[in-house]
């Protein structure tokens, strides 16, 4: 096994989530094409005193699903096994190790929301849970053919890139990590107070307002790789548009040249080059969808190209990354919804943000 592959999981199990003797451990997978690191993790858990469980899902399970039957009741159950862990681990860890990034993109909507239900019930415990800071969790991924392909690597050379983002490579990769957490919090705390957001560039002129809530320090521990500040801006504030430069990838479906208006808060407007009719069916799924759920700073400056991962790829240093739909509760976002769904703007040509009419960020750089 890849040396790399255990050290990821001694920064997983003791920086990360930081297990405690008698935490309860949730190790899930969404393939098994993860379980080298499934087996690294178990074994790092238990050295700390955890009590690891895994959960590793079937190749192929959501396609099975969605071909087998059209019944959306079915379609939607929530795993009562995956709940119960959900709702009473102490620590969940979820590796995305998909093995096709696009498996469910070619099946009829209401499907393809119905099956993406099954999974976001678990998310809704996850983030409750997380705000009342009764559960760590944090998502990684685990490198897959699917994933080199996407992003137009071989394996070998998505695993250097993936294990170079989560700085496995170092010779302290907790200690980088550490130092990382250090440079943003300097960021937060100048952040903190602060009223207002304007967001310019040949791609973006969005204004929203951040009184009364918080940024958030990425820093490795509940998304690895990490490198971002965030926030939830005030629901009814944004105003302006976005054309967003990257694809938007969702529930295994791509939008290009994805472009929204917002008007109060609301989305009012929105187009895309392709898939346009996928990015109306997620604004439209419930009450919230059609709001900023995030705002956010990528700053991982060992992630600069694009991958269609997304869970590196907002991490971009040099870019911002918003979410329409669910707002983390702990930014002081009350918005609520179904969907999270994570879109990037590039700002390293020309792009600028200004706090409270004061230049903040110029060309991909913090300025202050």
Request: net charge negative; glycine share 8%.
């Amino acid at each position: 096994m890849d040396n790399r592959v255990f050290k990821m999981a001694q920064v997983l199990i003791n920086y990360s989530t930081a297990v405690q003797p008698g935490d309860r451990v949730l190790i899930r997978s969404t393939s098994p094409a993860a379980e080298p690191l499934c087996q690294a993790l178990y074994a790092e858990a238990l050295r700390a005193g955890g009590l690891p469980s895994v959960y590793i899902h079937m190749s192929q399970e959501d396609p099975i699903a969605l071909e087998t039957t059209g019944n959306l009741d079915l379609l939607s159950y929530v795993n009562p096994m995956l709940k119960l862990m959900y709702e009473e681990a102490e620590v969940v860890i979820r590796i995305d190790a998909f093995e096709n990034t696009r498996n469910r993109s070619a099946y009829p909507l209401d499907r393809q929301k119905a099956r993406a239900k099954a999974h976001s019930d678990l998310i809704d415990i996850q983030m409750e849970r997380q705000a009342a800071k009764t559960l760590r969790r944090c998502t990684t991924q685990y490198p897959t053919f699917g994933y080199a392909q996407t992003a137009g690597m071989s394996l070998r050379q998505y695993e250097d890139f993936l294990f170079g983002a989560c700085k496995v490579d170092a010779p302290d990769p907790i200690a980088a990590w550490r130092e990382i957490s250090r440079a943003q919090e300097r960021l937060i705390t100048w952040l903190n107070g602060k009223q207002h957001v304007h967001v310019r560039g040949d791609n973006i002129d969005l204004q929203m307002s951040i009184a009364g809530r918080v940024f958030k320090n990425a820093d490795g521990t509940e998304n690895f790789p990490d490198g971002e500040i965030f926030t939830g801006p005030v629901e009814d504030s944004v105003n302006g548009w976005v054309r967003f430069t990257y694809p938007a990838f969702y529930e295994g479906n791509e939008v290009k040249g994805a472009e929204l208006e917002f008007k109060d808060g609301l989305v009012i407007n929105a187009r895309a080059d392709a898939n346009e009719a996928f990015l109306i069916a997620k604004l439209d799924t419930d009450a919230g969808s059609r709001r900023l759920g995030e705002f956010a700073i990528g700053t991982n400056r060992d992630v600069q190209q694009f991958t269609g991962s997304i869970l590196f790829d907002e991490k971009i240093g040099g870019t911002v990354h918003m979410a329409v739909g669910q707002g983390y509760a702990e930014t002081g976002s009350v918005n609520r919804s179904s969907v999270h769904w994570d879109m990037i703007c590039d700002m390293r040509q020309g792009g600028e943000i200004l706090v409270d009419g004061e230049l903040f960020y110029r060309d991909g750089e913090v300025v202050i």
